[in-house]
Structure formats: structure tokens, C-alpha cells
């Protein structure tokens, strides 16, 4: 018997690592391209890093003689903007809908998940016509205000407060709280895992973004992070090792959030926070 179940153990261990590189293994090429020089991208035999030449010129070139640090600011202000809106309007729409239950409120939440089944790109021409009208065309905003309601969000968070203990909030009520400062002193302090995962995912999300910029942003010095790599990669279509290095910078805000919160989003997902 416990041959058999370490033979499973080793099998299964086995077949995630094999999962496990063909993830990671387009990362590995990525990285190990960046460290090389041109001539070395499509060499043969592979070598992984010639560890007695590295070319860190490529990363040097990236931060100094490319607009790299200025797509990376508009993407940072773009995402946290938008994450922080949507994450707040998502917690009222939420416990709205969620937990007061006002009249039609049923009505009004079919409607909003209605608009779920419009296809994205259907929104962009409205959104284009839109903005160009207000004269928001070519400026974050027309890259924030779109992601700041999100229907899923609200949703999400819906899930969550409908099962929310009312005793709490009633608590609060009986000490003179109205429903805006019992939302933000009981309800909001207890929704920070939902919040979290929401947050994260939304990060994630609007970080890789490629067609509200295509469309809405004209001047280089506004672009965010997949518009500087595609304009790069039509400007040095031949230097692999220098997209490459390029690439590499741009996943670093990603991973490093990731992995510095890490920990609470797996909690967060186990605790069935995002219940739906």
C-alpha cells in the first residue's frame, strides 16, 4: 500500500513538473535571450547564458535610450488609478445590491449583468466617439474612466455580501451609525479579502491592455507598457535580444507584485472570499 501511494506521488510530481516547464519554459528563452548579444539569439547547439560574456548593454540601452521609464509611469498611474475607483465603487455597488436590497434592486442588478453579454469591442466605438466629444482622446482618462465600473466586480462582491452577517451592521445601527459610515467602519474593514483577490485580478487585467491604448492614445510620451513594446518591435523588429531585454523589464512590476502578495491572494481564493 504505500508503495503504491508513493508510486502515485512520484507520477503525479512527475507530470506537474513536466506541466510546470512548459510554462515556464517560454520565460526561460526569454531571459536567457536577453543576456545575449544578436549573433547568439539563433545559435546551435542552445545555449542557455554564456555566463563569460553576458550583454547587460541590452538592459542599459533599454532604460537610457528608449521612453521605457516614461511608459512605465503611465502604465503605474493608468492601473492604480483605475484599481483604486473600481475597487471602491465595486464595495458600494456591492453592499447596494448586495445587502440593503433596495426597491428594484433585483431589476436594476439584471440589468448591469446584462450588459455582461455586450461584447467588449462592441463598447470601443461609443467609447471613442465619447471621449473625442469631451476631448478626453489621447490622455489616461480615456484609459481609467472604462476600467472603473466593472459589472463583474460588482457582482463579485454582491456574492460576498449577501451573506454578510446583518448583526454587525444592525450593531452599528443601534449605536447611531447611518449606512455610510457603518458600510465604511464594519462592512468595508471586512470585505479586504475579497477586496484583495479583486484588486489583484484587476491589476493584472489592466496592466496588459492593448487595445483602449491602440485606440484612444495617439502621442508616444503617453503610451503605457504593451503599446511601448509593440512600437518597439516595429522600430527593432530584427533585435530579438533587445525586445527581449524590453520584455523582461516589463513583467518585473507584475511578478513583483505577485509574489510580495502572493500569500494572501491564495488565502483569499481557499477562503472562497469571491463566492459566486
Known sequence: M????????????????LIGLVFITPLLWMVSTSLKFENQVFERPFVFIHWGSV????YAHILTETDFLTWLWNSVFV???SVVFRLLLSALGGYAFGFLKFRYSDGIFFFFLVTLFIPYQLTLLPQFISFRFIGLLDTHWALII????DVLSIFLMRQFFLSFPKELVHAAYMEGSGIFRSFVRVALPLARTPMLTLGLLSFFMI????YQPLIFLHSKEM??????LQSFQTQFGKQYAMQMALAC???IPVLGVF???QKQFIESIVSSGLKG
Open 146 to 149: 472604462p476600467n472603473i465600473v
Open 2 to 17: 504505500p508503495l503504491t501511494t508513493n508510486l502515485r506521488y512520484t507520477v503525479r510530481s512527475v507530470v506537474f513538473l
Open 249 to 251: 523589464l516589463a513583467i
Open 259 to 261: 509574489l510580495a502578495l
Open 207 to 210: 496592466w496588459d491592455q492593448y
Open 79 to 81: 492601473v492604480l488609478i
Open 223 to 228: 503610451y503605457t507598457i504593451p503599446m511601448g
Open 55 to 58: 550583454n547587460w548593454s541590452n
